[in-house]
C-alpha cells in the first residue's frame, strides 16, 4: 500500500507510524495511506523552514523570480499527470482537474514578476534634503491550511506568492487529497527552489493547531469549511499571528426577466452542477425574478437531467463522485431536510448507481424549487450538486435576498439591463461579483476573497492583496550628515 508522507528539507520523510486511510471516492475504496505526522515531524518541518528561510530571503527578487519560471516551465510539462493525482483523489473529472492546476500555474505565472511587484515608492525631499521611501520585506515562515475541493489550485493561491516574496512556506494540505501537493513539492525542488524552503506536512487538527500555536510561524492562510476558518482566524489572532482565513459559501445567481435565458441555464448549470457542487464558488441558490420562474425551472430540470455523472476515468463525464461516504450522506440528508420543509423536490439525484462503480460516493444532480429564507437548505452551506430556486417578485427582493444571507463569497446577475446591473455590482455586499457571468472568480493578477462569513481577516489571496499579506511594510526616511545643520527641534517638522 502506497503511503503518503511529508516533504521535508527536500525530502520524502516522516517520523509518525500514525496513518489515515486516503480512500478513491469513484469506487469507495482505499488506494493510499497518509501519515498523520507527530511532534518530531512538526519540528523538523518548522527548523528547515527557519534556516532556508534566512538565506532565501537574501538572494535577489531577479532569481527568485528565475526559480518560478523554471517552477512554471516543470508545472506545464506535468500537467497532465498534476490533474490524474487530483481526480484519483477528489474525483473530479480529468478536463476539470486540469483547468484548476491551470488556474494555479497562473499564480505562478504571477508571482513570476515579483521584481516588479516588490517595487516600492520613493519620494525626493518630503523635507529639505529629506527622502523617504517604503520597502517590503518578508515575514519570515508563513503557513497554509488548505481544503480537500482544490487541492493544488488552493494551495498555489498561496504559496508561489510567499515564497516568491522571500518566505519559506510550510503546507499542510487535506488529509483527504494529500499527494497533489508531495508532487507540486518535488517540482519545486527541481526547478531550483533551495530545500526546506517549500516544506509539506500531512495530517489533521493536531498539527493544524501546532501551527496555530507556534511562535516561530509568522502567517497562516486557511481556506476551508467556516467554522474552522472562524477558529484559525481566532486562535492564530491570539497568537499574535497575520491571518486570512477563507470560509464557506451560498453563492446566488439572480436571473432578471430580462435576461438571455438560455445563457442563464447554461451558467448556472455549469455552476451549480460542476465539480458536483464542491466549490467554494459554486452557484447553489438560482433567484428567478417575476415571472421568468416557471420557464426557468423546466429549463434547468430539462438540462439537468441529460448530465453524464460517472467517474473521471470517463473522458466524457461531466460531472464526478462526492469526497467521501461521510459527505454523501450529508448531502443525501439535506435532500430529505429539503423535502420535510416543504420545498419542491423537481429533481432528485440520491437514487443514481454506476454500474461497476456501485461503492463510489455519487449522487446525481437534484433540483429544489419553492426554497424559501427559513429554509435549512437554504440557509445552511450544502456542497453538493443540490441547487435551489428561490422564487421574488422583483429585483430589490433579489438584492435583499442576497445581502441578508450571512454568506458573501460570490455572486451573479444575469439581465440585459445596464442600470440594474450597475446597481447590483454597487451594493451587493458580496466579495465576487458577475455579471451575465456564472463564477466570478477573479485572475491571478486580481484577489479572491468573500465577505461577511466567507472570509476573516483583511487580505483576500494572491494579486495585489497577496503580495501585501506575504510581506511587511517599512519606511525609511533619510537625510546625511553633510546636508544642513540643524539644533534640536521641539516642535513637529512642517517641511
Ligand atoms: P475543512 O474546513 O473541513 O478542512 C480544511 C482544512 O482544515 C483541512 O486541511 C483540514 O485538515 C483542516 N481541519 C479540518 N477540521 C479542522 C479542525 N477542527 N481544526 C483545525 N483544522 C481542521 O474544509 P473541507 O471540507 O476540506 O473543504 C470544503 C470547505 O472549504 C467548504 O466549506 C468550501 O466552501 C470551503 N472552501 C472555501 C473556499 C474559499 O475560497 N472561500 C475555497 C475552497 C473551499
Not at 438571455?260 to 458536483?276: E, F, H, K, L, T
Not at 425551472?297 to 466524457?316: E, G, M
Given at each position: 500500500m502506497n503511503k503518503i508522507k511529508n516533504y521535508i528539507n527536500g525530502n520524502i520523510t516522516c517520523d509518525s507510524t500514525d496513518y489515515l486511510d486516503v480512500i478513491d471516492p469513484s469506487?469507495?475504496?482505499?488506494?493510499?495511506?497518509?501519515?498523520?505526522?507527530?511532534?518530531?515531524?512538526?519540528?523538523?518541518?518548522?527548523?528547515s523552514s527557519f534556516e532556508s528561510q534566512l538565506k532565501w530571503a537574501n538572494i535577489t527578487p531577479l532569481k527568485r523570480s528565475r526559480i518560478m519560471s523554471n517552477y512554471k516551465t516543470l508545472i506545464e510539462e506535468n500537467i497532465n499527470d498534476l490533474a490524474k493525482i487530483v481526480s484519483l483523489e477528489h474525483g473530479k473529472t480529468l478536463d476539470d482537474a486540469k483547468g484548476s492546476v491551470t488556474r494555479g500555474l497562473e499564480v505562478v505565472e504571477f508571482a513570476c514578476g515579483i521584481p516588479h511587484l516588490l517595487k516600492g515608492e520613493f519620494s525626493q525631499n518630503v523635507g529639505s534634503n529629506i527622502d523617504s521611501f517604503s520597502i517590503r520585506q518578508p515575514l519570515g515562515i508563513c503557513a497554509g491550511i488548505t481544503p480537500f475541493n482544490f487541492p493544488a489550485m488552493v494551495p498555489m493561491w498561496m504559496y508561489p506568492i510567499s515564497i516568491a516574496c522571500g518566505n519559506s512556506f510550510i503546507l499542510k494540505p487535506s488529509e483527504k487529497d494529500p499527494s497533489c501537493a508531495i508532487k507540486l513539492a518535488e517540482l519545486f525542488t527541481e526547478a531550483g527552489l533551495p530545500d526546506g524552503v517549500f516544506n509539506v506536512i500531512n495530517g489533521d487538527k493536531q498539527i493544524v493547531d501546532k501551527i496555530l500555536n507556534s511562535n516561530i510561524i509568522s502567517s497562516v492562510s486557511f481556506v476551508g469549511s467556516t467554522p474552522v476558518a472562524k477558529y484559525i482566524y481566532e486562535t492564530a489572532s491570539?497568537?499574535?499571528?497575520?491571518?486570512?482565513?477563507?470560509?464557506?459559501?451560498?453563492?446566488?445567481?439572480?436571473?432578471?426577466?430580462?435576461?438571455?435565458i438560455d445563457q442563464a441555464v447554461d451558467g448556472i448549470i455549469g455552476a451549480a452542477y460542476g465539480s458536483a457542487g464542491e466549490r467554494c464558488m459554486a452557484v447553489s441558490v438560482a433567484?428567478?425574478?417575476?415571472?421568468?420562474?416557471?420557464?426557468?425551472?423546466?429549463?434547468?430540470?430539462?438540462?439537468?437531467?441529460?448530465?453524464?455523472?460517472?467517474?473521471?476515468?470517463?473522458?466524457?463525464?461531466?460531472?464526478?463522485p462526492l469526497i467521501s461516504k461521510e459527505h454523501l450522506d450529508k448531502v443525501k440528508n439535506y435532500i430529505e431536510v429539503g423535502i420535510q420543509e416543504g420545498a419542491k423536490l423537481v429533481l432528485d439525484g440520491r437514487?443514481?448507481?454506476?454500474?461497476?462503480?456501485?461503492?463510489?460516493?455519487?449522487?446525481?444532480?437534484?433540483?429544489?424549487?419553492?426554497?424559501?429564507?427559513?429554509?435549512?437548505?437554504?440557509?445552511?452551506?450544502?456542497?453538493?450538486?443540490?441547487?435551489?430556486?428561490?422564487?421574488?417578485?422583483?429585483?430589490?427582493?433579489?438584492?435583499?435576498?442576497?445581502?441578508d444571507h450571512p454568506f458573501g463569497n460570490g455572486t451573479s446577475i444575469y439581465t440585459s439591463d445596464g442600470e440594474v446591473s450597475r446597481n447590483f455590482t454597487t451594493n451587493s455586499k458580496i466579495g465576487m461579483v458577475g455579471v451575465n457571468v456564472p463564477i466570478p472568480v477573479p485572475m491571478a493578477f486580481h484577489s479572491f476573497g468573500g465577505w461577511k462569513q466567507s472570509?476573516?481577516?483583511?487580505y483576500a489571496m494572491h494579486g495585489t492583496e497577496g503580495i501585501n499579506f506575504y510581506t511587511k511594510l517599512k519606511t525609511i526616511t533619510t537625510r546625511w550628515p553633510k546636508s544642513i545643520q540643524s539644533g534640536p527641534e521641539f516642535v513637529m517638522p512642517t517641511n
Amino acid at each position: 500500500m502506497n503511503k503518503i508522507k511529508n516533504y521535508i528539507n527536500g525530502n520524502i520523510t516522516c517520523d509518525s507510524t500514525d496513518y489515515l486511510d486516503v480512500i478513491d471516492p469513484s469506487k469507495g475504496e482505499k488506494i493510499s495511506e497518509v501519515v498523520l505526522s507527530n511532534k518530531k515531524d512538526f519540528d523538523n518541518a518548522v527548523k528547515s523552514s527557519f534556516e532556508s528561510q534566512l538565506k532565501w530571503a537574501n538572494i535577489t527578487p531577479l532569481k527568485r523570480s528565475r526559480i518560478m519560471s523554471n517552477y512554471k516551465t516543470l508545472i506545464e510539462e506535468n500537467i497532465n499527470d498534476l490533474a490524474k493525482i487530483v481526480s484519483l483523489e477528489h474525483g473530479k473529472t480529468l478536463d476539470d482537474a486540469k483547468g484548476s492546476v491551470t488556474r494555479g500555474l497562473e499564480v505562478v505565472e504571477f508571482a513570476c514578476g515579483i521584481p516588479h511587484l516588490l517595487k516600492g515608492e520613493f519620494s525626493q525631499n518630503v523635507g529639505s534634503n529629506i527622502d523617504s521611501f517604503s520597502i517590503r520585506q518578508p515575514l519570515g515562515i508563513c503557513a497554509g491550511i488548505t481544503p480537500f475541493n482544490f487541492p493544488a489550485m488552493v494551495p498555489m493561491w498561496m504559496y508561489p506568492i510567499s515564497i516568491a516574496c522571500g518566505n519559506s512556506f510550510i503546507l499542510k494540505p487535506s488529509e483527504k487529497d494529500p499527494s497533489c501537493a508531495i508532487k507540486l513539492a518535488e517540482l519545486f525542488t527541481e526547478a531550483g527552489l533551495p530545500d526546506g524552503v517549500f516544506n509539506v506536512i500531512n495530517g489533521d487538527k493536531q498539527i493544524v493547531d501546532k501551527i496555530l500555536n507556534s511562535n516561530i510561524i509568522s502567517s497562516v492562510s486557511f481556506v476551508g469549511s467556516t467554522p474552522v476558518a472562524k477558529y484559525i482566524y481566532e486562535t492564530a489572532s491570539k497568537n499574535m499571528k497575520r491571518v486570512q482565513a477563507l470560509g464557506g459559501a451560498k453563492n446566488h445567481l439572480v436571473v432578471m426577466p430580462d435576461a438571455n435565458i438560455d445563457q442563464a441555464v447554461d451558467g448556472i448549470i455549469g455552476a451549480a452542477y460542476g465539480s458536483a457542487g464542491e466549490r467554494c464558488m459554486a452557484v447553489s441558490v438560482a433567484v428567478a425574478v417575476g415571472d421568468i420562474a416557471d420557464t426557468l425551472v423546466n429549463k434547468i430540470n430539462n438540462k439537468a437531467q441529460t448530465l453524464k455523472v460517472a467517474p473521471w476515468t470517463d473522458l466524457s463525464s461531466e460531472m464526478g463522485p462526492l469526497i467521501s461516504k461521510e459527505h454523501l450522506d450529508k448531502v443525501k440528508n439535506y435532500i430529505e431536510v429539503g423535502i420535510q420543509e416543504g420545498a419542491k423536490l423537481v429533481l432528485d439525484g440520491r437514487d443514481l448507481k454506476i454500474q461497476g462503480y456501485e461503492n463510489g460516493f455519487f449522487v446525481g444532480p437534484t433540483l429544489f424549487d419553492n426554497v424559501t429564507e427559513k429554509m435549512k437548505i437554504y440557509n445552511e452551506e450544502i456542497f453538493g450538486p443540490v441547487l435551489s430556486i428561490v422564487r421574488v417578485k422583483n429585483y430589490e427582493d433579489a438584492l435583499k435576498l442576497v445581502n441578508d444571507h450571512p454568506f458573501g463569497n460570490g455572486t451573479s446577475i444575469y439581465t440585459s439591463d445596464g442600470e440594474v446591473s450597475r446597481n447590483f455590482t454597487t451594493n451587493s455586499k458580496i466579495g465576487m461579483v458577475g455579471v451575465n457571468v456564472p463564477i466570478p472568480v477573479p485572475m491571478a493578477f486580481h484577489s479572491f476573497g468573500g465577505w461577511k462569513q466567507s472570509l476573516f481577516g483583511d487580505y483576500a489571496m494572491h494579486g495585489t492583496e497577496g503580495i501585501n499579506f506575504y510581506t511587511k511594510l517599512k519606511t525609511i526616511t533619510t537625510r546625511w550628515p553633510k546636508s544642513i545643520q540643524s539644533g534640536p527641534e521641539f516642535v513637529m517638522p512642517t517641511n
